[in-house]
């Protein structure tokens, strides 16, 4: 077995960084993983229940035969439990479980275990030592690297959470043998977006490969995970709290989170995304921000790979933009978008801040136009 | 004007560590020392409603004046308010008031609000900058300096929370005259603890000027503050996460907070301190690591200052023993007590560890004594 090793370098954290392993297989040798990149006396594993009934089993015997102590705290599947409350009744049975200050958490599952188990690690006792062990395609190219933990609001997606990154990230693609196929294209919507923003060769080779993606090829599915993430890594490196052009990574990520948000999560996150970036870019069109041409290449390889590429008709424009206005990204009043310049080419925006303030009204021409569209 | 001006040193963060201000008067030069230290286009004061009563309008016309534009958001004071759900009510009042990611948090009152302003300011779409403006003696010398944020579950004190450390604090010990004999009391604990951990000197100084301190001399409080803060940041400077010696801040803690708890917070944190302290020393003498002696003298020099030092007698030894498993310092099941060897020196424990792990019936024993001692 042999397994990638992508570096995260982060020159102000006190660890200086941490590696993300990628590999098949690299689930059963946990445990190795677990003793020399984590060594604690008891592990918390937090999860939900979808995961933990095809996974939890596994992992447990595994961890309890190389001797680990592992205690399972798994939460009803789904955005809709990515909350406060979630996270204080996990939070709690650790505490009745008697975990102390010296055990550590994995975040085992998709974006919301990660996310929400993050937080917990962030929070509990002032903060526990973390591997994110994703078990989605989201999760493994995007959500658990970087160090984003959190969980969501009524007023909105991930509006409370931390900043707080993991020991390891272990990822291991066969996992996704058991990832519904709608889970799956949403997934490679974020994979499309690190193209967008960083490599326009990864955006066509991802174009060309849609076949084998969609069909669950191993090859292909663990060549995307190492690009991604490598993206990630890179873009991540050197810009740990979204200072500057780690913004980008919101690239589609401002509608997408409104319109995720106003489908009352019906939408899966990477299908709200890739519909997203399609209105970012058509709103970068507009300002000449953006070449022309490049909203219509990303719906083109989007639909390829089965994902809407617009606002649902029953939506109202007038909803989504009041819903952009909660988004983290506003920023005394006004909303920040991340753009593109061109196809695998984000925009380092006015004054370098890889954000662009765009006022409400610009969006609203571009996205009352949907309806026409059709 | 002249304030003194203690730093922080935290290499391992970003800034690399902050300043805190100490000063009579220096509560109406905030809108300047924000400026300086903490610009953003709009800031959150976070406090509690006997605080809010006293101070937020004079605050709130300050800032105004100063073109700073103020939300001010208030709970019910009291630790029993210290809670997740108070944290959710402020951050979503803070979201329904449109504040965005570049804004600041002000925590501004005792203990309670520094700690839950500062775990809102970590925690608001994964953290806001974070001034602390103390109003209480304990959280003047004590709970503002240091990064420690966090709120209380129905398990125990702080077992949720984050570091995060804030831009600076300002201190005005004017703001004291305010404060009931009792708070100011409870805070004089706290500075015993300082002596006791690293300063014998000190401790002769504060017995010797009980009566001015408790009179509430201006001149003796402003000394008081000072050292006291420049032992808890030199302790704090160099070990941000309490990795090592920054855990002797704990001494009294562990029997404190269980004292505190089962209280149900009739004991204030400064009694319970109190109290923890003179049981810890004797625990420690019983095992040999504290010099005989030392919990006699903890006990004069607090009695002095109008504080109790013994275990309430209703209190069951059994039930604080209980209580202190639920305590962070508990790690793979037995309890960790910061200690003293003598008076003004902190014990190093173990592998240097700075926590002695002790079992449970050395404990009782010490305790159980409680009623035998009146």
Request: glycine share 12%; charged share 20%; proline share 5%.
């Amino acid at each position: 077995m042999t397994a990638h090793r992508i570096a995260v370098s982060l020159p102000e954290s006190p660890a200086g960084g941490y590696e993300i392993l990628v590999g098949g297989g690299l689930f059963s040798a946990l445990p190795s993983i677990l003793s020399r990149f984590c060594p604690a006396p008891r592990y918390a594993v937090i999860t939900d229940d979808r995961v933990a009934e095809l996974y939890a089993l596994k992992l447990s015997r595994n961890l309890h035969a190389a001797g680990h102590r592992t205690d399972v705290f798994a939460f009803s599947s789904g955005e809709a439990n990515k909350t406060r409350d979630t996270w204080a009744v996990v939070t709690d049975a650790m505490l009745e479980a008697g975990l102390g200050r010296d055990c550590a958490v994995i975040g085992f599952g998709g974006g919301v275990p990660g996310d929400l188990g993050g937080f917990v690690a962030a929070t509990y006792m002032r903060g526990l030592p973390l591997v994110q062990v994703p078990t989605s395609l989201l999760a493994m190219i995007d959500a658990s690297v970087g160090g984003k933990t959190g969980v969501d609001t009524p007023m909105g997606k991930n509006l409370v959470g931390a900043f707080h990154q993991p020991r390891t990230v272990v990822v291991d693609p066969d996992l996704l043998q058991t990832l519904p196929d709608a889970h799956l294209r949403a997934g490679l919507a974020e994979a499309v977006k690190h193209g967008a923003i960083a490599d326009a060769e990864y955006l066509d080779w991802i174009e060309q490969s849609a076949p084998a993606l969609l069909a669950g090829d191993a090859e292909a599915l663990c060549r995307l995970i190492v690009r991604s993430v490598e993206i990630k890594a890179e873009i991540v490196s050197g810009d740990e709290f979204e200072a500057g052009r780690r913004k980008l990574l919101n690239f589609g990520h401002t509608v997408g989170h409104a319109v995720e948000a106003i489908s009352d999560f019906a939408l899966l996150h990477g299908e709200a995304v890739a519909i997203g970036m399609v209105e970012e870019a058509r709103v970068g069109e507009r300002l000449g921000i953006t070449a022309a041409g490049t909203s219509a290449r990303l719906r083109r390889v989007l639909t390829r790979l089965g994902l809407p590429t617009s606002i649902p008709l029953e939506f109202d424009a007038a909803g989504v933009i009041e819903r952009t206005r909660t988004d983290k990204k506003a920023r005394d009043g006004r909303v920040e978008y991340a753009l593109v310049e061109s196809v695998g080419t984000g925009s380092a925006g006015p004054h370098g801040r890889w954000g662009h303030p765009i006022a409400d009204e610009t969006v609203a021409e571009v996205l009352s136009g949907v309806g026409s569209r059709v």
